[in-house]
């Protein structure tokens, strides 16, 4: 301290003093206003004993500490200067040094406050005061899926008593608030918090409750459309933020966590952290989707809407209700609940069993998996609710055949989309890839799959598919299933690649009407990424077509509500085992058309080791208010007209 000067040591000092904030601020102008108030006091009590009384004959009226409040009222309002205005003209002094004074220090004490506010309106907007909620869902990361998330909670939840969800991003606050009010304006009931920071950091998980939440959805740092080494920093930084929330969660505190993560690698480690932990690959979903929609028309729209909370959902339903199912053989079963359809068993040990054999007994402490349109709605009588009439089976099976597939574009989903359909078609079928300047990247990854898949005959197609010439040129009405991609790279925005597939299947449309023959068992289906798109692609032309970011978004809002749900979709989503399809009904009904009951759909899709959870009425499938024909879970006393080229919609072992 020897070396340093006193003005050095009062200059630290007086700047660690204003480092603290506003309360130094403030301190100081009182200090200030104290000093000033004092020494213009003194002035003022110095002229007031000084001057022989004739001179101040009416000043005298005022004792000493009537001259303390004058000054006081002057420096606080300067227009109280105005009682001095017929004192001694040394009274004057005083009175001009406190209005100044006053100017001054209020000016300065206005702006601290206005600052103070500013400041404080600021750190309110970057998001960083804690929540004080509970039993919120918790989402962590930013993306084009947070209003798809959103709008599938806000469904959720419209029979929940204030409900939360509360948004954790290193994306600023007010930013994230003007997105969400421009897409997602009305969120009913539900409470929307969002806050900005660093969505693995323990401080700002503390911030967002964690210990309070009930579920918690960690979305990807990157899109599918990155680079792979992007996408592995992403999957990195979501398992560091898995670990975060496991860390700073309550103890005891039962938690549902799902992530997406995009390398399998990562989806194993994650796994094995907690049992808590549900991780999902969007692009294996969204690409396994593509393909069994090209396997059955309308498939999508059933997805859609068994996904979605808002329509008919899939429970386990059971043992936590106290049912005493005494051993009921599951086909019976089927017809003892007046809403819903049964689509599986979950043992007790947990086993899951989708389209069991019709005499599998269900025994107490068992779970059905039951289609319904609420888990209110869910009633097992024991009685039956409908008795299905008796009709002979038609018989005959949908026969394969060697296929021609056509893909338009090129994205992270395409490589397994062709893996996937190596495992549906006959050997020696053949998929086409039309592409404009195919990177050498792609042509890699092409000659590798041709390589892994010898059943399958892999084309590229130089072309641009924007280019109708391109398109006639390919001869597309010589395909059995036309599937556009949206197209990849970090750079292409949704709205963008949404408006060149409808340019696609515009021009693709055209090319039909003018084959109109030839064109009549090509089927087109199309990736759409924009939910907002969904009309206007409908419209183009496209027999069906799947909503990217909301299929997974459902998907993960689904998980983060029922865990155990996405066991289910594992199984219903693989080429192994039973998944839903949609079958022509003259597979079923030698008489047709002709009208039927729900409940008879039911009865003879059991006798071919299925289960009908829907029809489709295929002269509806372009009318969207009509939900392009599907119809699910129906009342099972409903008769429809049904005509061959109608379809049930069945869980079945395969597509014959």
Not at 247 to 267: C, D, H, P, T, Y
Not at 304 to 317: A, K, L, P, T, V
Not at 404 to 421: C, D, F, M, Q, S
Request: proline share 4%; with cysteine; aromatic share 6%.
């Amino acid at each position: 301290m020897a070396d340093h000067t006193f003005k050095q040591l009062v200059r630290y000092r007086f700047d660690s003093f204003m480092a603290r904030g506003g309360s130094s601020i403030f301190i100081s102008l009182v200090v200030v206003f104290a000093g000033l108030l004092l020494s213009i006091t003194v002035v003022r009590l110095g002229i007031y004993f000084a001057l022989p009384g004739e001179h101040h004959a009416s000043e005298r009226k005022v004792d000493m500490f009537g001259q303390v409040y004058i000054i006081w009222l002057a420096m606080t309002d300067p227009g109280n200067m105005n009682q001095d205005v017929e004192s001694h003209a040394l009274y004057k002094i005083p009175a001009i040094m406190a209005g100044l004074a006053g100017i001054v220090i209020l000016s300065m004490l206005i702006a601290f406050i206005t600052t103070a506010l500013d400041q404080k309106i600021g750190q309110l907007k970057k998001g960083h005061s804690k929540v004080i909620e509970e039993d919120h869902t918790l989402i962590l990361g930013w993306g084009e899926r947070v209003p798809e998330i959103l709008r599938e909670l806000v469904i959720a939840n419209e029979s929940e008593n204030k409900p939360c969800v509360v948004i954790l991003s290193e994306k600023d606050k007010e930013e994230m608030d003007d997105y969400l009010a421009v897409h997602m304006p009305d969120t009913q009931n539900t409470k929307v918090v969002t806050r900005s920071g660093k969505i693995s950091s323990l401080v700002n998980l503390d911030i967002v409750s964690v210990k309070t939440c009930k579920s918690v959805i960690v979305l990807p740092y990157c899109t599918d459309a990155e680079s792979k080494d992007e996408k592995g920093a992403s999957d990195t930084r979501v398992i560091k933020t898995v670990l975060g929330v496991l860390a700073s969660k309550a103890e005891g505190q039962e938690m549902n966590i799902v992530a997406e993560l995009f390398n399998e690698r990562s989806r194993i480690v994650a796994d094995d952290i907690s049992d808590e932990v549900t991780t999902i690959d969007g692009l294996d979903v969204l690409a396994k989707i593509l393909v069994q929609t090209s396997r059955s028309i309308g498939l999508s729209v059933v997805y859609n809407e068994i996904m979605s909370f808002d329509g008919c959902e899939m429970y386990f339903h059971g043992a936590e209700d106290g049912i005493q199912w005494d051993d009921i053989a599951f086909g019976r079963a089927l017809y003892h609940f007046p809403d819903g359809v049964l689509m599986g068993i979950r043992r007790a040990d947990g086993e899951l069993m989708i389209n069991p054999p019709a005499d599998t007994p269900i025994h107490t402490g068992d779970d059905v998996l039951i289609v319904a349109d609420d888990d209110s709605t869910i009633e097992f009588r024991d009685k039956p609710v409908a008795t299905p009439s008796a009709h002979e089976l038609a018989g005959g099976q949908n026969t394969q055949r060697i296929e021609h597939e056509l893909l338009i574009g090129w994205n992270a989903k395409t490589p397994i989309v062709i893996r996937e359909y190596a495992d549906y078609v006959l050997e020696g079928s053949r998929i086409d890839i039309m592409l404009t300047d195919p990177p050498a990247a792609v042509t890699e990854q092409v000659e590798q799959l041709r390589r892994e898949l010898p059943t399958l005959e892999l084309t590229v197609i130089d072309a641009d598919p924007l280019r109708p010439e391109s398109l006639i040129a390919a001869e597309p009405f010589k395909y059995d299933n036309i599937i556009i991609f949206s197209q990849g790279g970090s750079s292409i925005d949704p709205e963008t690649t949404d408006s060149e597939t409808i340019i696609i299947l515009l021009q693709l449309r055209r090319i039909f009407d003018q084959h109109p023959g030839a064109a009549m068992n090509t089927k087109l289906i199309s990736e759409v990424m924009d939910s907002d798109n969904m009309e206007l692609v409908a419209r183009a032309g496209v027999n069906d077509f799947i909503v990217s970011n909301r299929l997974v978004s459902m998907l993960l809002a689904q998980i983060s509500e029922e865990q155990s749900i996405n066991d289910v979709y594992a199984d219903i989503f693989e080429e192994d085992g039973s998944e839903i399809y949609l079958k022509p009904a003259s597979l079923y009904f030698k008489d047709l058309p002709g009208e039927y009951s729900f409940a008879d759909m039911m009865a003879i899709a059991q006798k071919r080791g299925e289960i009908c959870i829907g029809l489709k009425i295929t002269e509806l499938e372009s009318a969207i208010d009509q939900n392009f024909g599907v119809k699910l879970i129906p009342e099972k006393n409903t008769r429809y007209t049904l005509k061959p080229e109608d379809r049930l919609i069945v869980v079945a072992e395969d597509e014959t």
